[in-house]
């Protein structure tokens, strides 16, 4: 086994001279999570939010936090309204830590202070309820540590009235494989490049003009299909993936190839292991999110790329889902590891949808053809030549701000589902 790991390892140096790998990402420290709060309002009570890093939880609260995997989410609420609103803590993390239990895990025989000490910081630090008409008031909850991205749900009660915030926020420190600021943050197209579909006839027929795969870098070779359509933002659509236990993958960088090869050996969990890239509009994804189970052999993970098109205003995000089922040797990757995916790629896209249902932004279901049909009995292969087969089909998943719930979900008009009934899988469509 050690001549194994050390030839591994031998691998993974040669791989990042190869591909200019550094060492380690660059990272942002300071206290600055004020001034990157994600702010929003409804009606005339408005949060503010911001999740801090590591060290600068250790800054404000004089201990690690992090390193008994608290994660301080400070919290800002300005109340024009006229009722006293209350924070539900739950709301953000149901296995949230009161501050007497956090200042708790960090007494020792030499703390300064002793306990009573730590409690009475801990306690001032503290978010504390009720917000009063024209109050505003700041504070943080303590809640169990996430890397990448964070969704913070803020419910603020009062008598016969409710307010529901969800902002995902990106957690600093996490060298995740997207550029927010590029996604997110301002277009990638030029504005004449931009449609806006309002008509349904229309926007089916631009998805199923899209290509049936994504593809290698040069275009030459078709990969994995493109069995997936998001129509979200920030507001609903990733907040609701983020709140069914998604996770943001992480750069391609030294230190992530080797956590990659270890898990592999010894079965470990990596909730945010890379992926390979592919390609869609002359680009790798702009990212990649993964559902992982307790080992890196197994993940539900999609890839996804923003479009130029809108529909009804919103972002349209072209993906790939697929499920992988193991972990393998193989030249066709750089990393000489890649996942084995499952060949009935059109369980993992039916899997997000079940899943999206119970995510509360769910709003919208449908079906465009424009992958085309590979039955069982002639799969396509992917780009590490793991075959797979298809009904065809790309998944629509239309997501909105507003909750849902399982009856309030719309079914598009489509002939998939009659179709899918009616011809076996193995058959050809």
């Known amino acids: ?82 009722h006293s609103y209350y924070l539900m803590s739950p709301g953000l993390d149901p296995n949230f830590f009161p501050a007497s239990e956090a200042a708790e895990a960090f007494v ?16 001032r630090l503290a978010f504390h309820n009720p917000v ?43 060298f995740a494989d997207y550029h927010v600021s590029e996604v997110f943050r301002r277009e990638i197209y030029p504005p004449e490049q931009i449609v806006n579909y309002t008509d349904d006839d229309a926007f089916r027929a631009a998805l199923e003009a899209l290509p049936c795969c994504a593809t ?12 997936l359509v998001i129509v979200g933002g920030l507001d609903d659509a990733f907040p609701a993936l983020v709140r069914r236990g998604w996770s943001p993958t992480e750069q391609r960088w030294s230190g992530a190839i080797m956590k990659v090869i270890t898990s592999a050996l010894s079965g470990e969990r990596y909730v945010n292991a890379p992926v390979s890239d592919l390609y869609l509009f002359g680009r790798p994804q702009d990212l990649a999110l993964q559902k992982a189970r307790d080992t890196i052999h197994q993940r539900n993970h999609l890839r996804l790329w923003l479009s130029p098109m809108r529909y009804q205003g919103k972002p349209v995000w072209v993906g790939q889902i ?22 009935d790629v059109d369980e993992a896209r039916t899997a997000l949808t079940e899943d999206m249902a119970y995510s509360q932004n769910l709003a919208k279901i ?13 799969p396509r292969e992917n780009l590490t030549t793991d075959p797979y087969y298809t009904d065809g089909y790309r998944q629509i998943l239309i ?31």
């Open 1 to 82: 086994m050690n001549r194994i790991v050390n030839r591994l390892l031998a691998s993974v140096v040669i791989t990042c001279v190869l591909c200019g790998c550094a060492t380690t990402p660059s990272s942002t420290g300071g206290l600055a999570y004020r001034s990157r709060a994600e702010t929003r309002s409804n009606g005339w009570v408005e949060v503010s939010a911001a999740v801090l890093s590591a060290d600068e939880s250790e800054a404000v609260y004089g201990v690690p936090l992090a390193k008994k995997m608290i994660q301080p989410v400070w919290i800002e609420v300005q109340d024009d309204d006229t």
């Open 108 to 123: 020792h025989g030499d703390s300064p202070g002793g306990k009573d000490e730590l409690d009475r910081r801990f306690r």
């Open 132 to 174: 009063l008409p024209g109050q505003t008031i700041s504070g943080f909850v303590l809640t169990n540590l996430s890397e990448g991205v964070k969704l913070v749900q803020l419910d603020l009660i009062a008598s016969g009235q409710a307010r529901t915030f969800s902002i995902l926020i990106v957690v600093p420190g996490f």
């Open 216 to 227: 290698n870098k040069d275009g030459s070779k078709n990969g994995d299909p493109l069995n």
């Open 322 to 343: 697929s499920r992988d089922i193991g972990v393998r040797f193989t030249f066709h990757s750089p990393t000489l590891t890649t996942h084995k995916i499952d060949p």
């Open 366 to 378: 449908g079906f465009v053809k424009g992958v085309g049909a590979a039955p069982q009995s002639a």
């Open 399 to 429: 997501f909105d701000r507003h909750p849902s719930s399982l009856s309030e979900i719309e079914f598009l008009p489509s002939e998939a589902g009659t179709r899918r009934n009616s011809v076996p899988l193995g058959e050809d469509r």
